[in-house]
Nanobody, 126 residues
Framework: QVQLVESGGGLVQPGTSLRLSCAAS????????IGWFRQAPGKEREGVSC????????YYTDSVKGRFTISRDTAKNTVFLQMNNLKPEDTAVYHC???????????????????WGQGTQVTVSL
């Protein structure tokens, strides 16, 4: 069974960057689609980005296109979310998860799942 642990969040100022990590244990991420999700206070969880390890296919929600980049390090069995030019509206708890497919639809379906880990808090504020 694959276990995922998120890290890398923090309190940063607008315009700065953070890199989130999603470290996997129990199996190689080479066989999975990994998605990043976030939930801001009072808002529904949304799919942010995903990557298909086998072919490098990626997806980004419109609000993060051009600012966020998803990548993976095979040796570390880790998926990263590089977040640049952060905005206050990026403030949320970020989670990673294995999803069925890397697409807007699949991410939307998965975002409605009830079971999530602790995630990592990202706060963008002056």
């Amino acid at each position: 069974q694959v276990q995922l642990v998120e890290s890398g969040g923090g309190l940063v100022q607008p315009g700065t960057s953070l890199r989130l990590s999603c470290a996997a244990s129990g199996a190689s991420l080479d066989y999975y689609v990994i998605g990043w999700f976030r939930q801001a206070p009072g808002k529904e969880r949304e799919g942010v980005s995903c990557m298909t390890s086998s072919d490098g296919n990626t997806y980004y929600t419109d609000s993060v296109k051009g600012r966020f980049t998803i990548s993976r390090d095979t040796a570390k069995n880790t998926v990263f979310l590089q977040m640049n030019n952060l905005k206050p509206e990026d403030t949320a708890v970020y989670h990673c998860a294995i999803v069925l497919a890397c697409s807007a639809r699949a991410m939307g379906v998965h975002a409605k799942y009830d079971s999530w880990g602790q995630g990592t808090q990202v706060t963008v504020s002056l």
